[in-house]
């Protein structure tokens, strides 16, 4: 009993610590983007950059700031009531809610968020730029405001709740995994993985600074440069950063009790750090793979880019091909650095490679962040009606911000994937725990009929998740499209160069808000039901089979889709830098047109599913590691039809 209020108490806690990180971030992004509207108007491009990336620096410090103090305090008031070291495995289920808790905030905040800025901007984009001709973010489309507001619900608050959940799932599966540390390693032992995430944010508050005064952003080619200098910096200082912490806060040697079979590993710090310093170069590994398919400086995206030459059927073809064939790498890197940390410190390695990938977290969501800022910044201009040149700037920088929000996305789904890992080898743990050892002591068992068919079901839960977000951001554009050619056709001087009427951007702004509160709860309720249901009907089994086949097939999807959405997004500005007499023929050509029916599908891939499909493999993952207790409860693990 005591134990369920102490998970439930962690839940809301780590529920409230996500939505004020993402609230401070969005209040923020806000006041930040006419600022930078202003500083664009200004010569040169120092002082809009900087503007724009330090605005993105509040919100990533608060939220990994935050979410270590707010862990690290519920662990310390825990402990008070499991002061003996052998106790420490029942902290750290407590511990679980927290991770819970944030998932299911990120759970909302991306499928909600997604919903909400895809319809306005594929509403707005259809028949402002392709039936009208008018540009992107004018006045007179009344999707225009929905479309800037949808930006920082999405990219914002949605990215910033998605990598706090990975940051404290990957915290709760890395303490429940080495619960048994604590016994012979002590309180500092244990608590590694906290230190770990402080010892980043440390790098990332001395690395901030690259960006802004070291390397100055004085022309355009320098701001996609500054960024990615930035990311690599703040790796590269990770290095020594994470050994000294290895060194400092574990002892000479400490035991983990082995995820599979009765034994007990000897570990030292090396071997810890390793396992970290694995996921960090894995992550920015990941990252620059999906900077070169997502980038308009490399081939893939120009090829994408001059396939709308014949239309948008080759345009699409091309893209989703890219997509495809972009989750090659990454997978195989995802797949040594399971293997190399798996065989280094069995699942507790997986659990710190998960925490190598997000040592930089503080420095992955202030490039994320910049580029939602950008965005709504070029937005204000076309809406202010400033010079052109101010328009120009904004968007030179919102161009290395998609790229760079490509590489975050990258980093989420990479982290989320060894999260979810990691996760899984905490649920056995914890099973293992309540049965005495008498349940998955040499594994799990893939084919056991009951798990080998729920690994295929687990499949599928990814792609029946993607379709209902995809259809869910189609109706809800479809009402927006309707709802703009209305006002169109009812205020025929709207569309002249000054008009009398003006927009009802209430009403578009409405349509995204019903169909974002109305459409997540479906996709929601499946990913958040699915393991529950599938625990108390057909036991833990079923429900191991269910994890892996979900992480296996989101992982493949969320970055084949993400780098489809991101690359015909960057072929669309591509296009829109050529020159009327050049191939390309600019914007406002049938080239062009044809890039933007690209892109408007690529916005629900890689900012609605794409995304959300990290939320579906760790969010399934956490609810089962916090009911495996219950699970297990019910017919000794077998279930209410004890099949297995």
Not at 170 to 188: K, P, R, Y
Not at 200 to 225: H, N, Q, R, W
Not at 295 to 314: D, L, M
Not at 460 to 478: D, H, N, Q, Y
Request: hydrophobic share 50%; with cysteine; aromatic share 8%.
């Amino acid at each position: 009993m005591q134990r369920g209020l102490f998970t439930a108490l962690s839940f809301v806690l780590g529920a409230v610590t996500s939505i004020v990180s993402g609230y401070l971030g969005m209040k923020v992004a806000v006041f930040s983007n006419v600022r930078t509207t202003v500083s664009a108007q200004k010569p040169g491009f120092t002082a809009c950059f900087n503007t724009a990336f330090r605005a993105g620096a509040v919100m990533g410090f608060a939220l990994c700031g935050l979410g270590i103090i707010m862990l690290y305090a519920t662990m310390l008031v825990f402990r008070s009531y499991y002061p003996n070291p052998e106790d420490w495995i029942y902290l750290t289920e407590c511990i679980t809610g927290y991770g819970l808790g944030g998932s299911s905030i990120a759970m909302f905040g991306r499928v909600g968020g997604g919903i909400y800025t895809k319809a306005a901007d594929v509403g707005a984009d259809l028949v402002g730029k392709v039936v009208h001709g008018i540009p992107e973010d004018d006045p007179r489309n009344p999707a225009t405001i929905a479309d800037n507001v949808g930006d920082n619900v999405g990219d914002v608050a949605g990215m910033g709740s998605d990598l706090f959940g990975s940051f404290a799932e990957s915290t709760c599966a890395a303490l429940v995994i080495g619960s048994s540390i604590g016994a012979t390693g002590g309180w500092d032992a244990m608590v590694w993985p906290l230190i770990l995430s402080a010892t980043g944010i440390i790098v990332c508050l001395l690395c901030s600074f690259i960006a802004t005064d070291i390397f100055t952003v004085k022309k355009e080619a320098d701001v996609e440069t500054a960024l990615k200098v930035q990311l690599i910096s703040t790796t590269a200082l990770m290095i020594p950063a994470t050994y000294g912490a290895a060194v400092w806060f574990l002892p000479a040697e400490f035991y983990l009790k082995q995820t599979v079979g009765t034994g007990t590993l000897t570990l030292n710090p090396w071997q810890a750090w390793v396992c970290v310093i694995m996921g960090a170069v894995g992550g920015l590994v990941i990252g620059l793979i999906t900077e070169y398919y997502t980038s308009h400086s490399y081939q893939p995206v120009r090829e994408v880019a001059n396939s709308c030459k014949t239309g948008a059927a080759t345009n699409m073809i091309y893209g989703i091909a890219l997509g495809y064939k972009s989750a090659i790498i990454p997978v195989i890197v995802l797949a040594l650095v399971v293997y190399g940390s798996f065989t280094l410190c069995d699942m507790y390695g997986v659990a710190l490679a998960a925490i190598g990938f997000l040592t930089n977290l503080a420095t992955g969501l202030t490039i994320d962040v910049y580029g939602p800022v950008c965005d709504n910044a070029g937005g204000i201009a076309e809406m202010a009606e400033l010079d052109p040149s101010v328009r120009e700037k904004t968007d030179a920088l919102d161009a290395a911000g998609n790229t760079t929000a490509a590489i975050g996305k990258g980093f989420a789904i990479g982290s989320a994937a060894l999260v979810s890992l990691a996760l899984f080898g905490a649920f056995v743990t914890r099973i293992r725990h309540s049965s005495g050892d008498t349940v998955f002591q040499n594994g799990v068992n893939m084919l056991e009929p009951i798990t080998f068919a729920f690994l295929i079901i687990g499949g599928m839960i990814p792609f029946a998740f993607a379709a209902m977000t995809m259809k869910s951001v189609g109706l809800a554009a479809m009402e927006m499209v309707m709802e703009v050619q209305r006002q169109f056709d009812e205020k025929p001087h709207l569309l002249d160069a000054n008009p009398t009427e003006r927009p009802d951007y209430d009403a578009c702004i409405a349509i995204s808000t019903k169909a974002s509160l109305k459409e997540m709860v479906p996709p929601g309720a499946m990913v958040m039901l699915t393991p529950l249901l599938t625990g108390i009907i057909f036991g833990v089994s079923a429900v191991s089979g269910l994890l892996v086949g979900s992480l296996v097939a989101s992982v493949q999807l969320a970055i084949s889709m993400s780098n489809s959405g991101g690359a015909w997004d960057n072929a669309k500005k591509y296009i829109e830098k050529a020159s009327p007499d050049s191939e390309l023929k600019g914007k406002g050509s049938d080239i062009h047109k044809a890039a933007v029916v690209g892109d408007t599908v690529g916005d629900p891939f890689k900012d609605t599913s794409g995304p959300a499909l990290n939320i579906v493999m760790k969010l399934m993952a956490v609810l089962s590691l916090v009911f495996a207790d219950t699970f297990y409860a019910i017919n000794d693990g077998t279930g209410l039809l004890a099949l297995s």
